[in-house]
């Protein structure tokens, strides 16, 4: 009932009591499709008026207190500011509230559903407009008529019986909902359904009747209450037998201000909600995409082709010789393809091709691992948010939609981001030990450089590229520490597929840069070298 005739109506008289003798401060946007007034009483006091012409299941704000303009607020009707309110008025045809201002200027609220908008008037004149501006500016204002007014109608029908049946037979449609419509002006469907549901469905004209009259003095004297549906959409009524755990109001402004509030909350939450399953349902499209494309077969073929290759070469020593492009081995892994043609690094010797070949193969393997690890997190992550669907579709209402969205919203959409990629690889040596490894050239100078405290210990493998390594936590005595965090820094560097690797560690304050060197590229001042197996961070 937010924006019947009725409602609006008294909603009118007390604006008027509040607002005569006002100036308005500033006319400005307010949320999207919102529009707030800004005045001061004529005893000094600020109130604000917010009003949302285009939405029908929005009334009005009123509050005390002046409002501060939002980032995004842009002002309106300019041509109003600091004008006296002289008072407001109801048209008594139509759903439209007048605040008239001094110089006989205008605003106009309407509040007509889809048309509703919020004018300027000057000499019947549309001067500005908060919707359609373009298309309002410069015609004429057309006010409502239509012969008796809305309220002298239902009184003449709600003291005179006869008229009323008279009225209600001539205006006769096949639905007696569209009768009680036709007959009552200023019965929308929403109130026209509330009379017949408490006449009954099978009500007669005399039982209509009388539920009319008791309908029509219940709302020249409101009682005002704001409810919720069992889907837990607010609604607000001037009518009395409002249920218990209604709020119940001193004045219709209160009682739209805390609908329209509860009603902005209910549509928020609702369109929150609807984001989020359509986010929810795109991400589970992408996972199950991945997932069936999802085809280890051809790394894992690929990796044995390598190590193949690799042992025929290692088995081939004897034929030792730089400078070949390829070469043809016995292939004594498959009988029945006796001869394999395997091609090589002309700069490498053939030791040197069968390492590079079981590089590959490792590398591959690598991959692989971490295809099928990607493979079942993915499988995990797809499980997940097919429950976290289904529970959203057994929603019921918007109390439990506010409930899931801060349960479930947060935590999924944090899932759904790619974890912010750390500055640099980190192992955990010990409780208290932490290895940081650098990524690449230009990371490695960040780490040693940018990052990494004097007394951290600095590692590298000597005399071959890889990554800088910082030990965090520890000291130059704690040398398990260290081997672990040595085998590691070997593991990352070119060197990582010999037995033993020289890795260097030292205190960062004795590594330096110069112009001179390229990026990654340093000068240790003092080293300590131990011989490690290269060997892997621990996942």
């Not at 209509?208 to 009524?237: C, H, N, Q, W």
């Not at 690890?373 to 929603?395: F, G, N, P």
């Not at 040596?429 to 050239?441: D, E, F, R, V, Y």
């Amino acid at each position: 009932m937010h924006r019947n005739y009725f409602t609006l109506y008294h909603a009118a008289r007390e604006l008027h009591e509040k607002l005569a003798g006002s100036r308005i401060d500033a006319v400005c946007t307010a949320q999207k499709g919102q529009a707030a007034l800004l005045f001061t009483l004529a005893y000094g006091t600020r109130m604000q008026l917010i009003i949302a012409p285009g939405s029908n299941r929005l009334g009005m704000i009123a509050k005390d207190g002046p409002r501060s303009a939002g980032r995004n607020s842009a002002p309106l009707m300019q041509e109003c500011l600091g004008k006296t309110v002289s008072g407001v008025s109801m048209s008594p045809f139509d759903r439209e509230l007048t605040l008239n201002l001094e110089n006989d200027d205008r605003l106009v609220l309407q509040f007509f559903g889809p048309k509703s908008n919020f004018l300027l008037v000057r000499d019947n004149i549309i001067i500005d407009a908060f919707r359609m501006k373009g298309s309002f500016e410069g015609r004429n204002y057309q006010e409502p008529t239509g012969g008796e007014g809305i309220l002298r109608s239902l009184e003449k029908l709600a003291l005179d019986k006869s008229l009323f049946l008279e009225r209600f037979e001539s205006e006769k449609k096949t639905e007696t909902l569209e009768t009680i419509s036709a007959v009552l002006h200023g019965f929308d469907q929403s109130l026209a359904r509330k009379l017949l549901l408490r006449a009954g469905s099978n009500a007669s004209p005399e039982e209509i009747y009388g539920m009319f009259r008791t309908f029509f003095y219940e709302m020249l004297d409101p009682v005002v209450s704001v409810t919720e549906k069992d889907t837990g959409e607010p609604a607000l009524s001037i009518l009395s037998g409002a249920p218990e755990q209604s709020g119940t109001f001193d004045s219709v402004l209160e009682g739209l201000s805390v609908y329209t509030i509860s009603m902005l909350a209910y549509l928020r939450t609702r369109d929150e909600l609807r984001t989020f399953r359509s986010q929810l349902r795109l991400r589970l499209g992408k996972k199950k995409k991945e997932l069936a494309a999802h085809d280890p077969g051809m790394l894992e073929k690929l990796s044995r082709e390598y190590e193949t290759c690799g042992h025929l070469l290692m088995a081939s020593l004897g034929n030792e010789a730089k400078g070949r492009k390829s070469i043809r081995v016995i292939n004594f892994f498959e009988p029945d393809s006796p001869v394999k043609t395997i091609d090589l690094k002309e700069a490498l010797t053939l030791r040197e091709n069968a390492e590079a070949y079981f590089a590959k193969a490792a590398k591959t393997k690598t991959r692989l691992a971490v295809m099928k690890e990607r493979h079942k997190l993915q499988e995990s992550e797809t499980a997940d948010l097919e429950k976290v669907i289904e529970a959203m579709d057994r929603i019921a209402n918007p109390k439990d939609a506010r409930r899931f969205l801060n349960e479930h919203g947060a935590e999924v959409q944090n899932a759904g981001k790619k974890a912010a990629a750390a500055p640099f690889r980190s192992v955990c040596i010990s409780p208290k030990a932490t290895l940081l490894i650098g990524k690449n050239a230009e990371n490695n100078d960040r780490l040693t450089f940018g990052h990494a405290r004097p007394d951290d210990i600095w590692l590298h493998a000597r005399g071959t590229s890889g990554s800088h390594c910082v030990l965090k936590g520890s000291g130059m005595d704690h040398l398990d520490e260290i081997k672990t965090a040595a085998a590691i820094a070997a593991w990352h560097s070119s060197a990582k597929h010999s037995e033993l690797v020289p890795v260097i560690y030292t205190l960062k304050k004795y590594v330096r840069s110069s112009k001179k060197l390229a990026k990654g590229q340093v000068i240790v001042e003092r080293e300590n070298v131990l011989f490690v197996r290269p060997s892997r961070e621990k996942k």
